[in-house]
C-alpha cells in the first residue's frame, strides 16, 4: 500500500505563483496531480514518468504548471505560476505503478493511489 501526503496548500492572488508537495512512502512509476472544484468534475492536471523527462499537462495548465520530482525523497513536486481564480480547487497526488500511456494519463480510474488532498484558493 502507497500513502501519498500532499503539502503547501493554502491562498494566493491570481498573477501568483504557489508549489505543492507530494511524498510517497515508497517509490511508484508515476506520480501526478488531480484537482477538483466545487461543483464540477474532479479532473486531470498532470502527471511525470519515475525519470521526470515524459511529463503530460492538461491543456488548461500547459506553460503554466510544471510537475517535477526528487526520487531521493520520493516526493513530486507541483509549481504553479500566473495563477487564476479557475484554478481554485482542491489538488489531489495521485500514484501507480507500471507504464501509462498519454491517452489514459487523464482516467481517475487508473490511479490506485490518492494522497487526502490539499485546499489551492486563487483570489482574484
Known amino acids: 500500500q502507497v500513502q501519498l501526503v500532499e503539502s503547501g496548500g493554502g491562498l494566493v492572488e491570481a498573477g501568483g505563483s504557489h508549489k505543492l508537495s507530494c511524498t510517497a512512502t515508497t517509490a511508484t512509476s508515476i506520480m501526478g496531480w488531480f484537482r477538483q472544484a466545487p461543483g464540477k468534475e474532479r479532473e486531470f492536471v498532470t502527471n511525470?514518468?519515475?525519470?521526470?523527462?515524459?511529463?503530460v499537462y492538461a491543456d488548461s495548465v500547459k506553460g503554466r504548471f510544471t510537475i517535477s520530482r526528487d526520487n531521493t525523497k520520493k516526493t513530486a513536486y507541483l509549481q504553479m505560476n500566473s495563477l487564476k481564480p479557475e484554478d481554485t480547487a482542491v489538488y489531489y497526488c495521485v500514484a501507480r505503478f507500471g507504464r501509462l500511456s498519454t491517452q489514459l494519463s487523464t482516467a481517475k480510474e487508473e490511479y490506485p493511489y490518492w494522497g487526502q488532498g490539499t485546499q489551492v484558493t486563487v483570489s482574484s
Open positions: 511525470t514518468n519515475y525519470n521526470g523527462d515524459d511529463p
